[in-house]
């Protein structure tokens, strides 16, 4: 079956349904229906089920989904099962932060390299693997084919990070600077700025 | 004019819109159209003029929003525009980096409290605050009236620290724990786990 062109709406949510699956398997759940991933994820079930249709009709009604065939296709749409390779650019808190990431260690997502421009940041060891100097960044990329990069450089410094990766041969970022980075229209980004997620809370707060 | 009931999915929209406003504000840009909007934020113009038009109907044809009136408009429904104080648990490498967070320095929401449970974190120093006791949780919820937690703590741990802060009179939990959380239903939970962000990304590297 070829998969029809999906919406980056759906493609943002497929990670989260892929979270809790693994969950569910985690407990030796076997079947889900659309309510109880609603409930779960705090979704419409309709929403649920329309987006799954995306991966063929197999959801049988009264029973549910099979939760091991829904985590291997929605792998195989986003591309995980295979590995990626991942460079992060910014050595401090949250750069350190994200590289002993749990999740990130076992994963295909792989964060193969850590770069940082400070000479004092150099050299020092973040879990298995040593910062590097962001002047090694190009040679890096090409070396390990790396595909993603994650900027975790003050809103300073982004920009010129983010111009380097993309010219570096970098498909793709993961900006945790708070700013809007300009890049070419075929390099996709996603902002990850905790400051909306708590925008968003504080509507629910009376 | 009353606010109609807005759903979940604009409420997570409008802190989005909401840092590119203020962005175009910082450059002295007064109005936007949502043709640019909409190209800036890779989202739809269509779903932005629907989004937007909760506000009333002020976008004007061939000039667009203005971005003051848009700022104070948005932030108004997502009740911005008083002060909230913010509880920390886990004194890690994530939690420093976000208590370290530039906007969360001189924004209505405040982290004014950091606590972790291990004996060597407390008392250390990040910014103008102390990390405390984790036993402390409780009363400070109290005595700052603290009414958003979030949780970097490890997944092993968030559990407990979401059950002790809903136990102490928090209102809503950000959480960065690579775990779903079990709440009552009144406590919205936002979760910003970075690996769905990276993982959707994956689908648009070839």
Redesign the interface.
């Known amino acids: 079956m070829k998969t029809p062109k999906i919406s980056?709406a759906v493609?943002?949510r497929?990670?989260?349904y892929?979270?809790?699956l693994q969950?569910l398997r985690e407990m030796n759940i076997t079947t889900v229906s659309s309510h109880e991933l609603g409930q779960?994820l705090?979704m419409n079930p309709a929403q649920i089920r329309k987006d799954l249709a995306y991966f063929g009709e197999f959801g049988r009604k009264g029973i549910g989904y099979d939760v091991q065939y829904l985590i291997e296709k929605i792998k195989q749409?986003?591309?995980?099962d295979r590995r990626?390779n991942?460079a992060l650019v910014g050595a401090?808190?949250?750069g350190?932060?994200?590289s002993?990431?749990?999740?990130?260690t076992n994963?295909k997502?792989k964060i193969v390299g850590i770069f940082d421009k400070f000479s004092e940041k150099i050299g020092k060891k973040i879990g298995p693997l040593q910062v590097q100097s962001l002047d090694k960044l190009s040679e890096m990329v090409k070396e390990l084919d790396i595909?993603?990069g994650?900027i975790t450089v003050?809103?300073s410094e982004a920009q010129s990070v983010a111009d380097l990766m993309i010219r570096s041969g970098i498909?793709?970022?993961?900006n945790f600077a708070?700013?809007?980075l300009k890049v070419p229209p075929e390099i996709?980004?996603?902002n990850?700025?905790?400051?909306?997620?708590?925008?968003?809370?504080?509507?629910?707060?009376?």
């Open positions: 980056e493609i943002r497929l990670p989260v892929l979270r809790y969950y779960n705090d749409i986003l591309k995980l990626l991942v401090g808190n949250l350190t932060a994200l002993n990431y749990r999740r990130f994963e997502l595909k993603i994650i003050p809103a498909k793709g970022i993961l708070p700013v809007i996709p980004v996603r990850a700025d905790v400051t909306t997620e708590l925008e968003s809370l504080a509507y629910y707060i009376e």
